[in-house]
């Protein structure tokens, strides 16, 4: 289902054998993506593309894993890299690519840079919890591309050091989350800074009527509205289940899951920060080596844990909403719901870190009788149950029984024996 019907110019991507070279694209280009083996437009891609070709204003929205980035990437790339071979004075800024996250910005200034290797196009990622005199420095290159969070890239402007007077692409991506943070009046004051004639495109992974009705006041009335997404916002490829644990066991059950699967990459999600260190220690306690990620981090910190994570140097990273939102983590085999979300909408952003492109993967979620009611808002916003993971009594008891955790409730783990040891004499 979409927002609006919009008949193609060409037949169907996947169905005809589409390639990217049928765009018009740059040789260039074209020879990037091949060595970077983009065989194929996905659905977002294929519908995106060419709107952006045309310069005409997008409010986009598709499941995360489908190549939201690089539908926009691509032809932006394209637009400018050919603006600048026809234009002897093509110098300032041509377009800003608004983020929630330090660890978004990083990842998508990579992602230009790489597609942009051949052209004579350069991106530049500027975000906060860093030092600004480097950025400031590297502004001073002829950059085309701006990606940043929101309060260093307004930081930057006061200060003088970034002029976007000649903007003509305004990208706002995983944009749902910057106007839920409440970055609204600052993309209206960054709004009124730019030229007004530009074009605007608007990404998301999830939707609602607020945000639908602020999207409009950013973006032209006359936007093209594309929504790729299946009636299940859960990606096909990711197999969700749930299991019944107490708030005080999951512990236990996450140091279970990940003895039992020592050669996969596991992204466990939390529910605060505070949550994400006392998981840390947890696992520390049990011999388990893990990373994780959070507001109150360094960030420093923060990319040195991504880097181990996605190298997989460490394969366990503990992470709450705000850090790891649009994060693309290639080969996460699992994703842990340690805590369900306060969000029903996060839980697809979630599990969607597994199970990206092709990949098949899996996502378990531990929820405890406090959080059966989030459980149920789940539930009816994927407009489907989630498989439950059934625990036997028994496997539950030894499951905290065997815990290497020193610092369990003994008068608990006794009676927990006492129960083994009654069945067993039964049985016999």
Request: charged share 30%; proline share 4%; net charge positive.
């Amino acid at each position: 289902m979409y927002f609006t019907t919009i008949v193609p110019l060409l037949p169907y991507a996947v169905s005809c054998g589409m390639k990217f070279a049928d765009y018009g694209l740059d040789p260039d280009i074209i020879r990037q993506l091949d060595k970077l083996k983009f065989k194929r437009p996905t659905d977002i891609q294929y519908k995106c593309i060419p709107h952006i070709l045309r310069g005409e204003d997008i409010l986009a929205v598709a499941q995360t894993g489908t190549g939201k980035t690089a539908a926009f990437a691509i032809p932006i790339i394209q637009l400018i890299h050919d603006k600048k071979k026809k234009e002897r004075r093509a110098d300032g800024i041509k377009c800003i690519v608004l983020v929630p996250t330090h660890e978004l910005a990083e990842q998508i200034t990579g992602v230009f840079n790489e597609i942009g290797k051949h052209t004579q196009v350069r991106t530049l990622g500027i975000f906060g919890g860093v030092d600004q005199d480097p950025q400031i420095a590297d502004l001073q290159n002829r950059n085309d591309i701006i990606v940043a969070t929101p309060g260093r890239l307004f930081d930057l402007i006061s200060q003088g050091h970034l002029r976007i007077n000649r903007v003509e692409i305004l990208i706002l991506d995983e944009a749902d989350y910057m106007l839920d943070l409440g970055f609204i009046d600052d993309i209206h004051d960054l709004r009124k800074k730019l030229p007004k004639r530009r074009q605007t495109l608007f990404f998301s992974a999830t939707i609602n009527d607020y945000i639908k009705k602020l999207a409009y006041k950013i973006i032209h009335q006359k936007a093209i509205r594309i929504q790729v997404s299946p009636k299940n916002p859960v990606a096909r490829n990711v197999e969700h289940s749930v299991a019944f644990i107490d708030m005080d066991d999951k512990r236990f059950f996450l140091e279970r899951f990940i003895r039992e699967h020592p050669d996969d990459k596991i992204l466990v999600f939390v529910r605060t920060k505070v949550r994400a260190e006392r998981v840390l220690k947890a696992m520390k306690r049990v011999e388990i080596s893990a990373v994780n990620i959070h507001g109150d981090k360094e960030q420093a910190d923060r990319t040195h844990a991504m880097k181990l994570f996605k190298s997989g140097i460490n394969k366990l990273l503990i992470a709450t909403d705000v850090s790891a939102r649009g994060i693309d983590i290639p080969q996460v085999e699992y994703v842990i719901n340690y805590d369900l979300p306060d969000r029903p909408e996060n839980y697809v952003h979630r599990v969607g870190r597994t199970g990206r492109g092709r990949h098949k993967g899996q996502a378990v979620s531990f929820c405890a009788p406090q959080e059966m009611d989030m459980l149920k808002e789940i539930q009816q916003y994927i407009g489907a149950p989630i498989a439950v993971s059934d625990v036997s009594k028994t496997d539950y008891e030894t499951t905290v029984l065997l815990s290497q955790d020193d610092e369990k409730d003994w008068k608990k783990l006794m009676e927990m024996g006492e129960d083994i040891l009654s069945k067993r004499k039964k049985k016999k």
